[in-house]
């Protein structure tokens, strides 16, 4: 009985969905379920009830969960004194991600972290897609979370896919696109644009977003020009122009609805994400974040 096994079950009993309870761990349904029901062989019974509309705890399930919980807390609470007592001075890991990437899943990873090693010292860094590839070239930061084009010079670094996002349209709720599920790029031509552009290194998100935007004649009308995700935002919330931008800053884009983002046909896979390192840095650390912390999307 494994404890990665007792909290699948955990989470299949507390959202009673195989298919929720998968997305909690970023993996498959199939590998969730295949786990649970490993898990009930070994126990010799059956945990749950579930037909393709209904999961329900068992008899036997639900007197199981509280024993469930109280191993896994009490694992966790064995680790966590375990890492407290060998860690008192776990080092420092230096962490760079993409602008914007702070609207995604990084404070989820990072707080996780954080939580299992409070003595880590962690300093982060925002920056451009070149800047961040040649900080880690020269081995000013550990880790990077950055987007991955053919252009990006990686050298002898290794990366792991995280996850591929869209690139949207992020648009004023009241402009005549707004409402649409999806754009074609043929139907952004004409309005006021605003332009995201992050220095001048030749690859990177904005030259992804300025070769599609210049094939379709997109900037013929740019209102204003900024390198800064957040100021592009402000700019749309004013009533400036729509943007091009990547998709991992649409699930926080607008907390009051002003600024909605519709993603661009044909390109609903063309931001790829990725966790980057050098193998020969010297930091655990390293190791620890991506192995225990790293959150992989399955589909990507």
């Not at 997109?218 to 100021?231: K, R």
């Not at 959150?295 to 990507?300: G, L, R, T, Y």
Request: net charge negative.
């Amino acid at each position: 009985m494994q404890t990665k096994q007792l909290e699948y079950f955990i989470a299949v009993a507390e959202e009673l969905s195989f298919t929720r309870a998968a997305k909690r761990f970023f993996i498959s349904q199939a590998a969730l379920s295949m786990q649970v029901k490993s898990l009930e062989k070994e126990l010799g019974t059956r945990l749950f009830d579930r037909d393709q509309h209904h999961v329900a705890l068992t008899a036997a399930g639900a007197t199981f969960l509280d024993a469930a919980r109280d191993i896994v807390q009490r694992t966790e609470d064995a680790i966590q004194q375990t890492r407290n007592a060998s860690n008192a001075s776990a080092g420092e890991l230096r962490v760079g991600y993409v602008k914007g990437y702070e609207r995604s899943g990084l404070s989820r990873m990072l707080a996780n972290f954080h939580r299992h090693y409070p003595r880590a010292w962690v300093s982060l860094t925002r920056d451009g897609v070149a800047e961040l590839y040649d900080a880690l070239r020269t081995e000013k930061l550990d880790l990077v979370i950055n987007i991955l084009y053919p252009e990006s010079d990686l050298g002898d670094a290794e990366c792991q896919v995280l996850a591929r996002y869209p690139l949207v349209a992020a648009l004023p709720f009241d402009h005549p696109l707004a409402g649409r599920a999806s754009i074609a790029l043929d139907d952004l031509r004409g309005y006021p644009a605003v332009r995201y552009q992050v220095g001048s290194t030749g690859y990177g998100e904005d030259q992804r977003i300025e070769r599609v935007a210049s094939d379709y004649g997109l900037y013929d009308h740019v209102t204003s020009t900024y390198e800064d995700i957040e100021t592009c935002i402000l700019c749309i919330l004013s009533g400036f122009g729509y943007a091009l931008l990547p998709g991992f800053v649409t699930p926080t884009l607008s907390s009051d609805g002003r600024v909605v983002a519709v993603p661009v046909e044909g390109l609903e896979r063309e931001i790829t994400v990725v966790a980057a390192w050098l193998p020969t840095t010297r930091n655990d650390l390293i190791d620890v974040f991506l192995d225990e912390f790293l959150e992989v999307d399955p589909q990507a």
